[in-house]
């Protein structure tokens, strides 16, 4: 099975679209080596994908047919991404929502139309 295939299949992707794009891009790394598209996958091989900071790590346990759902994937695909990496991936989740508190920075329309009313 080509390996944008089966990633899809395994539901690391929405679409098999978006698993041909991170492929074409050079995200996907098989076997210490950056895969393309077209590279077929067998069981016992070593697949990294690249997310947004930090790497996440497989191991093909076998091929399935078609999609599956998700309470099969553990069948055909187990995780084994380092502590640190998870870790990483758990830091940027906590910093992506991280934002500020509403009323402080920059005044929204309102609040100006509210200070430009009031007389100092």
């Known amino acids: 099975m080509r390996i944008d295939k089966y990633l899809w299949c395994i539901r690391l992707f929405k679409t098999r679209g978006l698993a041909s794009d991170q492929v074409r891009?050079?995200?996907?790394?098989?076997?210490?080596?950056?895969?393309?598209a077209s590279k077929e996958i067998k069981p016992g091989d070593h697949i990294v994908l690249k997310r947004?900071?930090?790497?996440?790590?497989?191991?093909?346990?076998?091929?399935?047919?078609?999609?599956?759902?998700?309470?099969?994937?553990?069948?055909?695909?187990?995780?084994?991404?380092?502590?640190?990496?998870?870790?990483k991936r758990d830091f940027l989740a906590l910093a992506k929502n991280n934002s500020r508190l509403r009323g402080t920075g920059r005044p929204t329309k309102k609040d100006r139309r509210d200070l430009d009313g009031f007389d100092f």
């Open 25 to 36: 891009s050079e995200k996907i790394v098989l076997n210490d080596v950056v895969a393309k």
């Open 52 to 87: 947004h900071g930090y790497n996440q790590e497989f191991t093909v346990l076998a091929i399935p047919k078609a999609r599956l759902g998700a309470k099969l994937v553990p069948d055909y695909a187990k995780e084994i991404t380092p502590q640190a990496e998870i870790e």
